[in-house]
């Protein structure tokens, strides 16, 4: 039987990355704030998510893979795989967490949880959630902190704080320790002037 991601599938079970950034650099330090080029947009479980010259440069079996190592690379590999492993369907879930999760006891403790849940189905049109864009608040060459945006149905806007981290040539989302009391999610009313948008269309 098909399962519809709803807002607390995608949000309170997926979207579970919060975690510490390093800032750093030279002295004019990244441009944190220039937009993704060449983007084009995709679906994947009934979410729109982008796909640019910076990433992802692969996708295989729903796992996305191939992001720049600059801050356009990590925002895009921090809600790429945020929204990813929300909805991956059964028969692929377990690829996106091998290839775009940090590997540890909180991707083990993910796996567990993810396993009492099933989805088949993509989410039901008109609710899933749909990407507004990110904002970089910490970065190095090695980790960077993104703040992911997201508005759903019913007009209500979320942002999950992230963390991804340079793995084997890549850009991977690090989920935060299982007894870590931080919020990965928070409500908002308005977004940040300031943000990278990558809206999806509607």
Known sequence: MNSTVTR????????????????????????????????????YQGIA??????????????????????PRGAGLAALTHTLRLGVAPDAQWATVVNRELMPGPARDEWAINRVRLSITGPATPGYAPRLLGYKITEYRAEQSRVEVYTEYADRSRAVSHTTVRWYEQDWRLQLPDPLAQDRPVDAIDELPPDIVRVEAPQ
């Open 8 to 43: 607390p599938v995608a949000v309170g079970i997926a979207l579970l990355a919060a975690a510490v950034g390093c800032g750093g650099g030279d002295d004019a330090g990244p441009d944190l704030s220039a937009a993704p080029t060449g983007v084009r947009w995709q679906g």
């Open 49 to 70: 998510l982008p796909h640019t010259d910076q990433g992802p440069a692969t996708v295989t079996d729903g796992a996305a893979t191939g992001f720049e190592q600059s």
